[in-house]
């Protein structure tokens, strides 16, 4: 069955190119000039992989991210920006996004992603068992939330696979080009705030004082490392 791609974009001619070289790939490709109709073809069909612009008419992109977390949609999600939207970047990482790519790209960087994402989001982690115990904390990757004196906090699939693997090493130090590799599935990248800005995330949701960590810790230099 050929994976699914949506492209939430309002440009039309940057969606007829990228969707040409889509359907060349494989992949089946639908798409959306409106947020909200985007919004409702990603709850209704849901794709793969959805391509997400930010400044979108009716509704923008980092409103239809939240909107499809809160709706449990954890199929990766790849943020297109415009050149020099860093705060958007950052916001929209922190709200679920999985990746982000500038404008204007070239196709064959916009490929390697999608194609990077896929094979994580086909590929299970198998270092760490489905239900993790770390003091009065249960960690629950099979259903994608960490449970904490009776509260269930959501976690995205990309958050599983970043938190399994930094577990799964044992202590070891991880250096963001290796969670690159083995996470995202591809060695180069713009820059490794992207992972800075993910385990900021993960902090505040499974630290007591994210401010103070003492399970994911910062190696500087280094990387990081979990401790137990």
């Given at each position: 069955m050929k994976e699914k791609i949506l492209i939430i974009e309002d440009e039309l001619d940057l969606v007829r190119g990228i969707k040409m070289?889509?359907?060349?790939?494989?992949?089946?490709?639908?798409y959306a000039l409106n947020g909200k109709v985007g919004l409702e073809k990603a709850l209704k069909e849901k794709p793969d992989l959805i391509l997400l612009d930010i400044m979108l008419p009716?509704?923008?992109g980092l409103?239809?991210?939240?909107e499809l977390r809160r709706n449990k949609v954890d199929i990766p999600i790849l943020m297109l920006t415009a050149k020099g939207?860093?705060?958007?970047?950052?916001?929209?990482?922190?709200?679920?996004a999985d990746d982000y790519i500038s404008k204007p790209f070239s196709?064959?960087?916009l490929l390697a992603r999608i194609k990077a994402h896929l094979r994580r989001e086909n590929r299970s982690v198998e270092t760490v068992p489905g239900v993790f115990q770390l003091g009065s904390m249960k960690i629950d990757f099979d259903h994608y939330k960490v449970i904490r004196k009776d509260v269930e906090i959501d976690l995205t699939s990309l958050e599983v696979d970043v938190l399994r693997y930094l577990i799964g090493m044992d202590g070891k130090v991880v250096s963001r080009d290796d969670l690159l590799d083995k996470i995202w599935?591809?060695?180069?990248?713009?820059?490794?705030?992207?992972i800075d800005?993910?385990?900021l995330k993960?902090?505040?949701?499974?630290?007591?004082?994210?401010?103070h960590p003492r399970h994911i810790l910062t190696v500087y230099g280094g990387g990081y490392r979990f401790v137990y």
């Open positions: 070289n889509l359907v060349d790939e494989g992949y089946e490709v639908d009716g509704m923008d409103e239809i991210c939240k939207e860093e705060i958007d970047k950052v916001i929209g990482l922190e709200i679920g196709i064959r960087e599935g591809y060695e180069k990248y713009p820059t490794t705030r992207t800005n993910h385990i993960l902090r505040k949701k499974i630290e007591i004082d994210p401010n």
